[in-house]
């Protein structure tokens, strides 16, 4: 797992970067990233972004937003809170 604070990204006023198994499906990873978010601040992130992958898409885990995002890694989680 890594972690990284940011500034004010994408609407973001703070962001969580979180690191899953590849083998792991995209839903478990949202959910156990969304975990190590509400632990760390306390509150439950409102948006998720994934690595965008053709072919796959999902709106929503558990009320959180999931959008794709061609900068990030694969196997890369970016969370916040878009304000």
Not at 5 to 28: A, I, N, V
Request: proline fraction near 6%; charged fraction near 25%; include cysteine.
């Amino acid at each position: 797992m890594e972690r990284k604070e940011t500034g004010k990204t994408s609407g973001m006023t703070r962001g969580f970067l979180w690191y899953g198994d590849s083998s792991t499906p995209l839903e478990e990873k949202v959910r156990q990233a969304a975990g190590g978010y509400q632990e760390e601040f306390g509150h439950r992130p409102t948006v998720c972004y994934v690595r965008a992958v053709p072919g796959k898409t999902m709106e929503q885990v558990d009320g959180i937003r999931v959008l794709p995002a061609a900068n990030l890694l694969p196997g890369y989680l970016w969370l916040g809170v878009v304000v």
